[in-house]
């Protein structure tokens, strides 16, 4: 038995600029960091008198072959491997899928990273990271960047530098305790009760931004161009441990992500913002994620408990978080001694 923890993730900067419709013509650059809720991905080989594979998510299924299993994700991960031994697999994770925190991206590098160990063929983080990309963008061609692929990988605070041939340049961002406690004390994040898929929102804004002939093409890049450079921006804010800077161009970021697409903004959560702002000193926000629903994160330099009473009593309950400085890895392995067991019987 196989067991890995993968962290899930909230971009800091540059959200959106690592998909290949933008960073294929204007380079990509995101900063992003990994926080303290998980995947938890569980390998465990069957003895072969079973004769079926045992796929658990949010639905069960029971199969006789890697070809019928319908988990997209896992199907094509057992694929690129040759997995093709009788295997229960399931996942549990800390937080609900579609909310915006890279779910899908750490599913698959902690399933990669479960699959390498059950093989005993471990790879570095990058690889694992372009494993998953290869397998998102290439074979499923999901409308999906590189980010949450790299920091599920990675873990930590880390700039991605993307090329545009896609190679990735992982940068470490140094930080210590002081800043990573402050940090988690004044971005909040809240829970808005929507879960959706990213898939709709990053589609049209893959289109958008991959075809000239769209009125709203030029809009789409001249905005992931804003984007791009205020995650450069927020990166430098870090460097110089300024993180009210950082709170401000939360702000800029959110006007600027707006633009995208109607589907990343709601007006129930866009007042609350406005309010929030009015009353409690906010400084900045963002959606996390694409947009449309899921977490968003506040950030509020002195009111915070004030903050987190008003958004409950709005039916959004905070949900705290501190930084993760670790990526994907195994927290059990129980093979050898099963195999050690086998043998005594």
């Not at 909230?10 to 926080?35: K, N």
């Not at 790879?123 to 499923?140: D, G, K, Q, V």
């Not at 039916?315 to 043998?343: E, I, K, L």
Request: hydrophobic share 40%.
């Amino acid at each position: 038995m196989i067991i890995t923890q993968t962290p899930f993730r909230i971009t800091l900067g540059g959200g959106g600029t690592d998909l290949p419709s933008f960073y294929r013509e204007h380079g990509g650059f995101v900063f992003t960091m990994a926080i303290d809720k998980f995947m938890y991905i569980v390998l465990h080989r069957l003895p072969v008198t079973e004769r079926k594979t045992i796929i658990r998510y949010s639905q069960v299924e029971v199969v006789s072959s890697v070809d019928e299993i319908r988990h997209p994700l896992a199907r094509e991960a057992l694929r690129l491997h040759n997995v093709d031994d009788f295997i229960e697999l399931a996942s549990l994770a800390d937080l609900p899928a579609r909310t915006g925190l890279g779910s899908s991206g750490a599913y698959l590098v902690g399933l990669l990273t479960a699959i390498r160990a059950y093989r005993r063929n471990p790879a570095p983080p990058a690889e694992i990271a372009e494993e998953a990309c290869r397998i998102e963008m290439e074979i499923l061609r999901e409308p999906v960047g590189k980010q949450d692929q790299y920091i599920a990988a990675f873990g930590g605070f880390r700039t991605l530098e993307i090329a545009s041939d896609g190679r990735v340049q992982v940068g470490a961002v140094p930080v210590d305790s002081t800043l990573v406690l402050e940090l988690a004390h004044k971005a909040r994040m809240y829970y808005t009760g929507i879960q959706r898929s990213a898939t709709g929102v990053l589609q049209n804004q893959d289109e958008a931004a991959r075809r000239p002939d769209r009125p709203d093409h030029a809009r789409v890049v001249d905005t992931l161009l804003n984007i791009r450079d205020i995650g450069r921006r927020i990166h430098r804010a870090f460097l110089d441990r300024d993180l009210d800077r950082f709170g401000r161009l939360m702000h800029e970021h959110w006007l600027c992500k707006q633009r995208l697409s109607p589907a990343v903004s709601l007006t129930a959560v866009d007042a609350l913002y406005e309010e929030s702002r009015r009353r409690f000193g906010v400084l900045g926000g963002k959606i996390v994620g694409a947009g449309g629903g899921g977490f968003v994160l506040l950030y509020c330099p002195d009111r915070g408990r004030e903050l987190d009473a008003f958004m409950a009593s709005q039916g959004m309950p905070r949900v705290a978080w501190v930084p993760c400085m670790h990526g994907s890895r195994v927290v059990a392995d129980m093979a050898d001694s099963d195999d050690y067991d086998a043998q005594r019987r």
